[in-house]
Structures are given as structure tokens and as C-alpha cells.
């Protein structure tokens, strides 16, 4: 069967801009005390925090396939795009390097992987199997990532810890980090964007291509969503009873946590495009879209003004220091407990944001990165 030609979906863009808005929402507290959904879980387990990441990898596989066939369509060779996606991963994987070292760079003790690093790295394959690979090998080297990433997680062992061992400092992952990046990593003994975590967001953007050829080929509206549900359903009950095995787990991106976390996109993106490209219920979705648009912008801006304030110290009357956000955070919100006060900040924060970012909307900027 043919597929359709490609267009612009806004229900894609508006679940991006929830996933951005709900990103910058939880990345900034006004303080150290969060309400449980709004900060990771401990360590194994999800909360709402958890599912902002994986989403926006699933989106940037399904934006991918829009992106490059529309292109694909145009004429365009596999060869020449592939040129473009790698400058386009060189810049994401630089812009996730100049945020790790603000405002000192130091060589020696940069961390060299993070969220935007991922990012990249995940669009980078994503678009390479996009461009030269078959649905069937997509699928394929899912089941590969996932079923291989558990049985090196779960039957090799790392020295001085049991086999399978899954803790912090136990995991075959953290080994893998700490023996070829040490000194450079989010913690001394893990990274949560570490190199062999990787592995399975790759197969969470490969989800996110698979969605893609779905929304592209023919076929009522109405299927499509349905399809959409109908698959998060299975995924988000597979990924449960997989994580009772291997738990689901954000920072070491188990695959239980790939089928969950891709179950719940395709559930939030299935009501998106329902209530949107079905139904045509719009008025509520234009913050979002707004917030879509420029999204990897908006990310980039709001965690370089979180480090600045939090480099810039002011003194309180005790004589005490405090960084400027927690120093907005009290002065603008003090009347409130540490939680509210925490949500307070971060709400007018994201409120902020949109605001800058509406302008930009209204003058028609779009950043392209």
C-alpha cells in the first residue's frame, strides 16, 4: 500500500508542547520540596515526572518520519538527508555539552552525556533506520534492544555485586559508564543519559517511527486513533507485567519502562488526535501548540536561565545565602508551605516561558535545531 502524502498533524505538535510545558514544569521547583508527581521516583517505579522523557523521544520518532518523507517525497536522496541528520545531531548533541558546562568548561570534568545528548543520539538512529531499513527491521531491532538490554542487565555481573544486581552502584550499566566515562558522568557511580541506557530509548524512538508509518498510512482518521489506544492499552499492560521481572526503572531506561512509558504516549497521543484532527476540538490546545513549536528552544532557554539563577547568590537578612530562584521562590510565594511554594515558582516559570514563546509565535520565529 502507498502512503499518504505527509502533512502537518497539530495534534503532534500540541502533545509536544504538553510534553515541553510538563518538562519545564517538573525540571523547576522553587525549592527542595516537591510534590511526589512532580520529581522522579527514587529509583525503581514512575511517576508523572518519568513519563516527560520518554515522550519526547517517541514524538521525535514520529516527527522524523513526517519530516524525512515529506522530504523523501520531495525528491530528496537517502544519502543527501543523512547529511542533514547528522549536522542536525552534531548540534543537539553541542547545545547538551555547552548546558553541561556552563559556566565553566572544564574538559577534565565535563559531564559528556545528558538529556539533549540523548536526544540527538536517538534521532540520529531513529533517522538512519528510517532512511535505510525496512518496518519489518524496525520492528525487528526492537525486540533485539529490548530483549538483549535485559539479559545484560539482568545476567552479567558486575565485580563485587550480585549477578542481575540492579541498584545504583550494582547495574551492568553504571559499569559500562564508570569504566569508559569516568569523571564525567551525572554521578560519580551512574548516569541516568548513560551510553548503554541508551540502547533502549533508541528502541523507544524506533516506537516512535512505527506510530509514524501508522499515522501516514491509509486508512479513516478514526482507525488511526483507535489503533493508537488499542496498541497503548497492549503495550502499557506488556510493560506491567514485564516490570515485575525487570522493574520498571527511568534512570536505567529498562525495557518494562519502554513499554510502559510508550504505552501511556500512544494513549495521551491517541485522545490528542481524537479530540483534535477527529473531532476538531481546538480551543484548548493552542498553549500547547504554542509550546510545540519551538520546543527544543524552549528547553534550551529555560534550563541556561535555571543555572544562571542559580549562580547568582543573594544574601537574606540572617546573613544567610540563598540562589536567586530559591530567593524568588520565598519572596513571591513565602505565604505558602514548601510544596506550594515549589509549585508556585514553577508554574509562573513555565508561565514565563510561554509568554516568550507566544511572542515568537506571533512574529512566525521558529527555530529550527
Not at 521547583?29 to 520518554?54: I, M
Not at 506510530?211 to 497492549?234: D, E, S
Request: with cysteine; aromatic share 16%.
Amino acid at each position: 500500500m502507498r502512503a499518504e502524502p505527509s502533512k502537518r498533524l497539530e495534534s503532534l505538535d500540541v502533545f509536544r508542547g504538553l510534553t515541553i510545558a510538563g518538562m519545564i514544569l517538573v525540571n523547576s521547583p522553587g525549592n527542595d520540596t516537591s510534590y511526589w508527581p512532580l520529581d522522579h521516583a527514587p529509583w525503581h517505579g514512575l511517576t508523572p515526572t518519568d513519563l516527560v522523557f520518554p515522550f519526547f523521544v517517541f514524538i521525535v520518532g514520529i516527527s522524523l518520519v513526517f519530516s524525512l518523507s515529506r522530504k523523501l517525497d520531495g525528491g530528496a536522496s537517502p544519502s543527501a538527508l543523512f547529511a542533514q541528520v547528522l549536522k542536525r545531531t552534531l548540534i543537539i548533541f553541542a547545545l547538551g555539552l555547552l548546558l553541561n558546562g556552563f559556566p565553566h568548561y572544564d574538559l577534565t570534568s565535563i559531564r559528556i552525556l545528558g538529556v539533549l545528548q540523548r536526544i540527538a543520539l536517538c534521532y540520529f538512529f531513529g533517522s538512519v533506520f528510517f532512511l535505510w531499513t525496512t518496518l519489518a527491521v524496525q520492528i525487528g531491532a526492537i525486540g533485539v534492544i529490548l530483549v538483549g538490554y535485559w539479559w545484560l542487565m539482568t545476567h552479567l555481573q558486575v565485580p563485587g555485586f550480585p549477578i542481575g544486581d540492579l541498584t545504583k552502584e550494582g547495574n551492568f550499566a553504571a559499569y559500562i559508564d564508570r569504566a569508559l566515562l569516568a569523571g564525567h558522568m551525572y554521578r560519580p557511580v551512574y548516569d541516568p543519559e548513560g551510553l548503554l541506557s541508551t540502547l533502549p530509548a533508541i528502541a523507544t524512538v524506533l516506537f516512535g517511527n512505527l506510530a509514524g508509518f501508522w499515522l501516514r498510512a491509509p486508512g479513516a482518521p478514526a482507525r488511526k486513533a483507535t489503533g493508537c489506544i488499542q496498541g497503548g492499552i497492549v503495550f502499557l499492560l506488556s510493560g506491567w507485567k514485564w516490570g515485575q521481572y525487570f522493574p520498571i526503572n527511568k534512570a536505567l531506561w529498562t525495557s518494562s519502562y519502554v513499554l510502559v512509558t510508550t504505552g501511556l504516549a500512544l494513549l495521551a497521543f491517541g485522545i490528542c488526535y481524537w479530540l483534535i484532527e477527529i473531532q476538531g476540538w481546538k480551543t484548548w490546545s493552542k498553549p500547547f501548540e504554542i509550546f510545540g513549536t519551538n520546543a527544543i528552544l524552549a528547553y534550551v532557554l529555560h534550563v541556561f536561565f535555571l543555572k544562571v539563577q542559580n549562580r547568582i547568590l543573594l544574601t537574606r537578612p540572617a546573613g544567610t545565602s540563598i540562589n536567586l530562584r530559591f530567593y524568588l521562590s520565598e519572596h513571591l510565594f513565602g505565604w505558602a508551605s514548601p510544596e506550594n511554594a515549589s509549585l508556585g515558582y514553577a508554574l509562573l516559570y513555565t508561565l514565563f516561558w510561554f509568554v516568550i514563546l507566544w511572542i515568537l509565535y506571533r512574529r512566525k520565529i521558529i527555530i529550527k535545531i
